[in-house]
C-alpha cells in the first residue's frame, strides 16, 4: 500500500505578498485583475474569505463583496522563485514528486526510509521546512492513495496536517460528503442531492447500471471513489497536452468582425508560445469563446499544424452559437500524445533502399 502526501500552500500568492509585507497580514487581501478591467481573483487570504471572497471571482463581485479590500497584481516570478524553493524541499525528501501548480503537489514516500518511515513526520517536516526556509505555511494531507490525500490536505486548512491512516479509510470514506469527491461540482451535486445521495455510503447503496444510467462514465468513477479506489501513482512526468492563449477584453468585442479582429494577435502570440515549446506535433486546433452572459463554448479541428485560416473559420462557427457580444476569446492547440510521437518517430528519415 502506497504511503501519498499531497502539500498544499494556504493562499499561495497572497502568503507570499504578506510575508514580504506583514503589514498586510490581517487586512483583506487579493491578488488578481482590476475590476476596470474586468480581471477575477487569483487567490485571496483569509481575512477576505470572511466576506465571501474566493479566487475565480469576478474582482468587482469581490470589491462590493468587501470594499477595504486590497488588490494587488500578481508578481508571478516572484511566485515560480518560491515555489522552485520549496519543490525543491519536496525533492529533497522524494524524487516522486508530481506537481500540480505552482502551489501544490503530490509526493510518494512509500520507500522513504528517513524518519523512520512514517508519513506523518514526514509532512511534519515538510511543513516546518517550508516555513522555516520560504516563511510560506503548506497543509499537507497524508493517505493511502491520492484521492484520499488531497482531501486530507484541505481538511484541516490553513496550517493543517491530516493523515488517514489505512486502519481509518473506511470508516472516513463512509461519512465523507459527495461533494467533496474530486470531479462533483454544483451540477452533479446538486443531481445527487435529488437523488437523496449525500455520503459516500449513501452512494455506495447505489447498483453500478444506475450510476452508469444517471452520470455515464462517471458513474463508475463516482462507484470508485466512493470505495476508496484509486491506482493512480504519482507521475513525475506531466505530459503537456495542450498550448494556448486567451484574452478577456476591456470591452466587449460587439460584433463577428471585431472579433476577427482581435483573433490575429492572439495567433500571433501563440505561433510564439508554441515556438517556444520546441515547435512539438499538433493533432487539433481549437478556438474559444466567452461571450457577454459568461457563456462559453470551443471549436476545434483536426490539423497537422497551425493554420492561420482555420482559427478564423473556427471562430466564425463558434460565434454563431452565441451571436452575442464577446468578453473573451482564446486560441490554442491540442498536442500529439508524446507516446504516439515516438512511434511516428520510427517512420521519419531516409530509410534504406531494398537491395
Request: aromatic share 6%; charged share 25%.
Amino acid at each position: 500500500m502506497r504511503k501519498i502526501l499531497h502539500a498544499d500552500c494556504d493562499c499561495f500568492y497572497a502568503a507570499v505578498e504578506m510575508r514580504d509585507d506583514p503589514s498586510l497580514a490581517n487586512t483583506p487581501l487579493a491578488i488578481g485583475g482590476s475590476a476596470e478591467r474586468r480581471g477575477v481573483i487569483a487567490t485571496c487570504n483569509y481575512p477576505a474569505r470572511q466576506f465571501g471572497v474566493h479566487s475565480a471571482m469576478p474582482t468587482a463581485r469581490a470589491l462590493r463583496l468587501c470594499p477595504e479590500l486590497k488588490l494587488l497584481p500578481p508578481d508571478f516570478n516572484k511566485y515560480r522563485e518560491v515555489s522552485q524553493q520549496i519543490q525543491a524541499i519536496f525533492h529533497e525528501l522524494t524524487p516522486l514528486v508530481e506537481p500540480l501548480s505552482l502551489d501544490e503537489a503530490y509526493l510518494d514516500v512509500t520507500e522513504v526510509t528517513r524518519f523512520r518511515g512514517s508519513a506523518t513526520w514526514m509532512a511534519r517536516w515538510l511543513k516546518d521546512e517550508a516555513l522555516a526556509r520560504t516563511g510560506i505555511v503548506i497543509s499537507v494531507g497524508v493517505a493511502p492513495n491520492k484521492f484520499l490525500a488531497k482531501i486530507a490536505s484541505d481538511w484541516d486548512k490553513p496550517d493543517g496536517l491530516f493523515v488517514i491512516p489505512p486502519t481509518e479509510m473506511e470508516s472516513f470514506i463512509t461519512d465523507l460528503p459527495v461533494r467533496k469527491l474530486h470531479g462533483v461540482g454544483p451540477a452533479t451535486a446538486t443531481k445527487l442531492d435529488t437523488l437523496g445521495i449525500a455520503s459516500c455510503a449513501d452512494l455506495r447503496a447505489q447498483s453500478m447500471d444506475k450510476l452508469l444510467d444517471q452520470f455515464g462514465k462517471f458513474g463508475r468513477r463516482l462507484h470508485e471513489l466512493a470505495h476508496g479506489i484509486d491506482d493512480r501513482p504519482v507521475n513525475v512526468s506531466r505530459e503537456r497536452k495542450s498550448v494556448s492563449v486567451e484574452t478577456t477584453y476591456d470591452r466587449d468585442l460587439p460584433h463577428l468582425s471585431d472579433c476577427h479582429g482581435a483573433l490575429e494577435p492572439l495567433i500571433e502570440k501563440l505561433h510564439d508560445r508554441v515556438a517556444r515549446h520546441g515547435d512539438p506535433a499538433i493533432a487539433k486546433q481549437f478556438v474559444k469563446v466567452r461571450f457577454d452572459d459568461f457563456s462559453s463554448t470551443t471549436q476545434e479541428t483536426g490539423a497537422r499544424g497551425i493554420i492561420d485560416a482555420r482559427f478564423h473559420e473556427l471562430l466564425e462557427s463558434a460565434w454563431r452559437r452565441g451571436e452575442r457580444p464577446v468578453r473573451l476569446l482564446g486560441v490554442g492547440v491540442r498536442l500529439v500524445p508524446e507516446q504516439e510521437q515516438r512511434q511516428l518517430g520510427l517512420f521519419d528519415g531516409d530509410q534504406p533502399a531494398t537491395p
